[in-house]
């Protein structure tokens, strides 16, 4: 049986790992004035925070429509039997929805598609681990099994740096961006039942990165195989240290820095740092 792995953008693999481990995506996009670009084939993070220095006004972001789904699934059913699709939170965009209607208009090909209720290098684990059993010739329903039983352990936090940005966004009143940015407020957001919600407001970034390492050795201290991501929105050296620091009081964690690319980094802001693991 021929399996194709398939995912959307914002997982934010790099293109030589998408290549190597053949792995399919479906672009969100990203637009600017009248512009719009496909995120990690038109448009870069590079070249995304750029454009957002430029701009006056935050760009608007926008899934795949289902027509663009069907005809990417059309195509993978001329050499594929089934297709592995894992997508970002169904809370925070409808491209797991649009992916699970477009699979009812395909046929021959079985659709299996993953809610992985996250996003970015979280999302991104799920699909690398589907794309290492596919090679070893694993089936789909052991796939989906093993993408269940790593979600138990998935965990991800983010501090945002910039109260403002999340205010011009439209995801936080204008009182709480005047009072948050007085007092240097670094909100740490996570993931609850699919959506990002505030997890705990601290006073500095130090001391946001501090807890999070916290909630990290939950994990962590036990000294078993886990697999973990710094993530950032175009701050490279901060995350390089952040990883380090990790490395050196985890020896048992692969530690791995990506970042936040133009859609997530639209909501998130530039500035921001995430970390995500799972226990192997």
Not at 50 to 76: A, C, F, N, R, W
Not at 77 to 82: G, L, N, Q
Not at 134 to 148: F, H, Q, S, Y
Not at 268 to 273: A, F, K, N, R
Request: proline share 4%; with cysteine; net charge negative.
């Amino acid at each position: 049986m021929k399996i194709a792995v398939l995912t959307d953008s914002t997982s934010y693999l790099t293109e030589s790992t998408r290549k190597r481990y053949n792995i399919e995506i479906v672009p969100l996009s990203v637009t600017f004035g009248n512009k719009s670009y496909e995120e990690e084939i038109e448009l870069d993070a590079v070249a995304f925070y750029s454009l957002v220095h430029e701009s006056k006004e935050l760009p608007k972001t926008s899934q795949p429509s289902i027509g663009y789904m069907t005809d990417k699934l059309t195509e993978l059913a001329k050499d594929y039997d089934a297709v592995i699709a894992i997508h970002l939170s169904s809370g925070i965009s409808g491209t797991f929805q649009s992916m699970q209607t477009a699979g009812t208009m395909v046929n021959n090909i079985d659709v299996r598609v993953f809610d992985s209720e996250i996003s970015c290098m979280p999302q991104g684990f799920y699909v690398l681990e589907a794309a290492r059993m596919v090679e070893k010739g694993t089936t789909p329903d052991e796939i989906i099994a093993r993408l269940n039983e790593m979600k138990q352990s998935m965990r991800a936090y983010f501090v945002v740096d910039d109260l403002q940005h999340l205010h011009r966004g439209g995801r936080l009143s204008g009182t709480q961006a005047l009072v948050g940015s007085m007092l240097q407020v670094k909100p740490i957001l996570h993931f609850v039942d699919k959506k990002i919600v505030p997890f705990e407001k601290i006073r500095t970034q130090k001391k946001a990165f501090k807890r999070i390492v916290e909630l990290f050795d939950e994990d962590a201290k036990t000294g078993e195989p886990i697999q973990a991501s710094v993530i950032h929105a175009n701050a490279p050296e901060l995350a390089e240290s952040f990883a380090q620091e990790l490395k050196n009081l985890y020896p048992n964690a692969d530690i791995n820095i990506s970042y936040f690319g133009a859609v997530i980094g639209t909501h998130l802001g530039e500035g921001s740092i995430g970390l995500g693991w799972y226990k192997e």
